[in-house]
């Protein structure tokens, strides 16, 4: 008879356990990471594990109440849910036992409450190829990772090395930082935000940052580039076994001219590769192949897909709840949202 648990951040010792005897998942798995989203609002954290004969899986979720929104009444007792921020996704060491998987985690989902749920797969784990005949499966973009087992230089385009050799030749050094130094890279990274004129939900709280620090504990990386004492910016990477995520970064627009960020992928990509680590996963563009996407691809010729995926626990409840979201002036604008009562205007 299989075992299936589902627990909340109360139970995160019992979660950690799990994610560490399964060896599936990352960092994005942890109750560290989802501990600093549920501080942001994103949710209640949960995680679904299973485990029968020859297979174990793990799936994490951000739970949403559907009581917070001011037309769904009927169903206030129900919820709906979003992978964390990232690349999440259900993992299992047995593929061929997917759909057995899925069924354990519908049939939990559908006894707890939930209506729907919007999955970010893991563009290096690809798990999407594991569950996409049990869901809706879509495309949705390509990240960019680094290889560390290779030579770091060999990846990386003239424009990027010269960029880096220049940064150097002006005094710009990179450090894996004390832990102090985090309010300094939240006051950078606020002025950051502010000048790009980024989304709201980009400007994460400071109680974000301090959960995430607290929660990964020397997993948690905070780089620095520096000259002298001038700060010339910041990155926060994520590692979890083997991996390592490039999550958020700023710089002093005054000091862009030393090319530190540049500097700073580059270095940090070679303590990745000198404390044995694989793989250096830098990520996507805001949207698309944006700006932010064609900088990163500077740092590295592997590109790997990205899919996100739409379950419908209760298609009833969401057709229900998309009317009355239309009926209270709340209808999806873009018929492609999911789940479509959740799109504002």
């Known amino acids: 008879m299989a075992t299936i648990e589902l627990l909340g951040l109360d139970r995160a010792d019992r979660w950690r356990s799990l994610l560490e005897e399964s060896g599936l998942g990352d960092v994005y798995h942890h109750p560290g990471y989802l501990a600093a989203l549920a501080a942001n609002g994103d949710g209640e954290p949960r995680l679904f594990y299973f485990r029968d004969a020859g297979c174990t899986a ?18 206030a007792d129900r919820f709906d849910a979003v992978s964390p921020y990232g690349y999440a996704g259900p993992v299992t060491d047995a593929p061929a036992r997917a759909a057995d998987v899925w069924r354990a985690w519908a049939e939990t989902a559908r006894a707890n409450g939930l209506v729907a749920e919007f999955i970010r797969f893991h563009p290096l784990l690809q798990n999407h190829r594991a569950f996409a005949d049990q869901i809706e499966v879509l495309a949705a973009g390509r990240t960019i990772w680094m290889d560390l087992t290779a030579p770091i230089e060999t990846g990386i385009s003239k424009s990027r090395l010269r960029d880096a050799r220049w940064a150097t030749r002006e005094n710009v050094r990179v450090e894996s930082s004390a832990h102090d130094r985090l309010p300094a890279f939240f006051e950078m990274y606020q002025a950051t935000m502010r000048r790009k004129g980024a989304e709201a939900y980009y400007f994460f709280p400071w109680e974000y940052f301090a959960r995430l620090r607290d929660g990964l504990g020397g997993d948690f990386w905070l780089m620095r580039a520096h000259r002298g004492d001038r700060d010339c910016a910041y990155a926060i990477c994520l590692r979890h076994r083997d991996r390592l995520h490039y999550h958020l970064s700023c710089s002093d627009e005054d000091l862009a001219q030393y090319r530190a960020v540049t500097q700073l992928l580059v270095e940090t990509a070679r303590l990745g590769r000198d404390v044995g680590l694989t793989s250096f996963h830098l990520g996507g563009g805001y949207r698309g192949e944006d700006s932010l996407f064609q900088f990163k691809s500077h740092f590295s010729p592997h590109q790997a897909p990205f899919f996100v995926g739409r379950a419908r626990h209760d298609p009833e409840a969401i057709a229900h709840l998309a009317r009355l979201a ?3 002036g709340q209808a999806a604008v873009d018929p492609n949202f999911f789940p479509p009562y959740r799109s504002r205007r």
């Open 326 to 328: 239309a009926a209270a």
């Open 58 to 75: 793990l799936h994490v979720a951000l739970w949403r109440p559907l009581s917070a929104l001011p037309f769904a009444h009927p169903y």
